[in-house]
């Protein structure tokens, strides 16, 4: 059996990392004047190499050679993930006074450490503070947030930072020299991008992409990571520019129909949106593509994507972005018909047709006006003047109505939790009471709470915020909360159940 490609071109010394010269440094600076400390903390995202500099060190420590592969009695690597109670870690602190076999130190490595119960840390914490002298500590995590300060003060931390993309693609070419694949610099780069600044992720997608062919193109590539490719999006975004609805529709169609997925595809035009506002110094334009990134990143939360990606780009366009637009060119070929939700209603019509109307300016109509009095005229004049010109806001009643329209017609168990909330609306804040903990930690979930904020800001046609609180004095009124939804009951205690836990959540037996 083969050897996967990131495990056969391990580091096998400090100087053969790329990307953390700041770690290697130091390091080498420190063994070469014999200063071990008795615990260090390698911290970054995964794939970088944390573990391959535990190995390296702990081999350093020792002054033994180090091949990437013969474990050896006295350096002890654990695997926190799975040894993460504390009877584990008891353990652990009761062999720590046992000397080296035939070393000088006794390093122990501690991968995701931050997988340690409470508990377990707790045991750990004595024995990193004052070891045994004969013992070296080297914990590596991917998620220093979740260890606790006690144990991060005790160590000496090192960050290693994610690799940048031409350090990937240098270090991939070489690989791919050593395998004999050869591999266009277009392949190189969408690979390292996809990389996330990872040696492993990238490596292991150059092995995935070489197991068929030994020469890769970018075709290759964008096929086995299911990305459109840059013609496909850039005949969107040019479309965009033009401001042609039906253009940009094709468009869409065409990227989609190449097998590539909604959510990813909303993703790599975030990613050229993105790019672009560099360049970007008309204020008013920097809005619009602000408005459409983050309608984009709400793609893969949405239940019909597609439908909600064309409207995403249609509310681009100029003229387009406070109307309402009807979707078209809604297909029912197989490949697509998971991206449209069964309650969809397709668009006959062409585009052009729907789109027309909601341009189209309306009639001027001349009204003749009354006679008046001159004082009275400019009363009236100086009146319309210092009015406020703004559009009159919906009532919290007709707004909180509208948005649960809105959430029953597409996520039937948030509205069966949102329905028994008592409403009011300061400025523009939507506060939310609930007579129970349950309702507001429902609604309090990150997911649902951007969903609810987003639906009530398109229907306020402006920016709300969310604030969700207890009140337990609406407890006796809970059960007076109409039931509106499939379960009905003429007993009471059903229906006080029902409008206390919602609808969704109850089964009458």
Same mark, same amino acid.
């Given at each position: ?38 615990? #260090? ?9 944390? &573990? ?13 050679? #180090? ?19 504390? /009877? ?61 300060? &006690? ?164 509310? #681009? ?36 047709? &729907? ?59 948030? #509205? ?44 306020? /046609? ?9 009140? &337990? ?6 059960? /007076? ?29």
């Amino acid at each position: 059996m083969g050897v996967a490609f990131y495990r056969k071109y391990r580091s096998l010394s400090l100087d053969e990392l790329v990307g953390q010269d700041h770690i290697t440094h130091a390091l080498e600076a420190a063994l070469s004047q014999d200063r071990i400390n008795h615990a #260090y903390l390698l911290t970054g995202p995964r794939g970088i190499g944390k &573990t391959s500099i535990a190995r390296i060190l702990a081999h350093r420590i020792n002054k033994i050679e #180090y091949n990437g592969s013969a474990a050896h009695i006295d350096i002890i690597e654990i695997d926190a993930a799975s040894n993460r109670r504390i /009877d584990e870690i008891r353990d652990l602190r009761d062999k720590v006074h046992i000397a080296p076999t035939s070393s000088t130190y006794k390093v122990y490595i501690i991968d995701e450490v931050h997988m340690l119960t409470k508990e377990a840390f707790n045991a750990l914490l004595k024995t990193l503070e004052e070891p045994p002298a004969h013992v070296v500590f080297i914990l590596a995590t991917t998620d220093i947030h979740k260890l606790p300060d &006690t144990i991060i003060s005790r160590c000496i931390r090192f960050s290693l930072k994610p690799i940048s993309v031409s350090d990937l693609i240098k270090h991939m070419r070489f690989i791919a020299k050593e395998e004999k694949i050869t591999i266009s610099d277009d392949a190189l780069a969408l690979l390292a991008e996809h990389g996330d600044g990872s040696f492993r992720d990238s490596i292991s997608l150059l092995e995935q992409a070489s197991s068929s062919t030994k020469t890769i193109e970018l075709r290759d590539v964008e096929s086995i990571l299911g990305v459109a490719n840059k013609d496909a999006l850039q005949q969107v975004t040019d479309a965009l520019n033009i401001g042609d609805a039906p253009i940009v529709l094709a468009s869409l169609d065409t990227l989609l129909d190449s097998g590539v997925h909604t959510a990813v595809a909303a993703k790599q035009l975030a990613g050229v949106l993105r790019a672009q506002l560099a360049a970007q110094t008309d204020k008013s334009k920097l809005e619009s593509v602000m408005n459409l990134l983050e309608r984009l990143l709400l793609i893969p939360t949405m239940p019909n994507q597609r439908i909600s990606l064309e409207i995403a780009l249609l509310r #681009y366009l100029p003229g387009l972005s406070k109307t309402t637009i009807p979707t078209a060119s809604v297909k029912n070929n197989s490949s697509n018909k998971s991206d449209y939700d069964s309650s969809s209603t397709a668009i006959s019509s062409p585009v052009s047709e &729907t789109i027309k109307p909601a341009l189209a300016a309306e009639p001027t109509v001349k009204i003749k006006p009354k006679p008046i009095e001159e004082n009275a005229a400019q009363d009236n004049i100086k009146k319309e003047q210092d009015a406020p010109k703004v559009k009159p806001d919906k009532n919290t009643a007709d707004l909180w109505a509208e948005v649960l329209t809105v959430i029953k017609n597409t996520h039937n168990t948030l #509205y069966g939790v949102a329905r028994l909330a008592h409403v009011t609306l300061e400025d523009d804040t939507l506060k939310l009471s609930f007579a129970f903990p349950f309702h507001q930690k429902k609604i309090n979930d990150n997911h649902n709470k951007q969903l609810l904020r987003d639906i009530a800001s398109k229907v306020a /046609d402006k920016s709300i915020t969310v604030e969700c609180i207890v009140d &337990t004095s609406l407890k006796d009124k809970a059960a /007076d909360i109409p039931i509106t939804r499939s379960i009905k009951s003429d007993n009471p205690s059903i229906s006080a159940i029902s409008n206390i836990f919602g609808d969704s959540e109850l089964l009458e037996s």
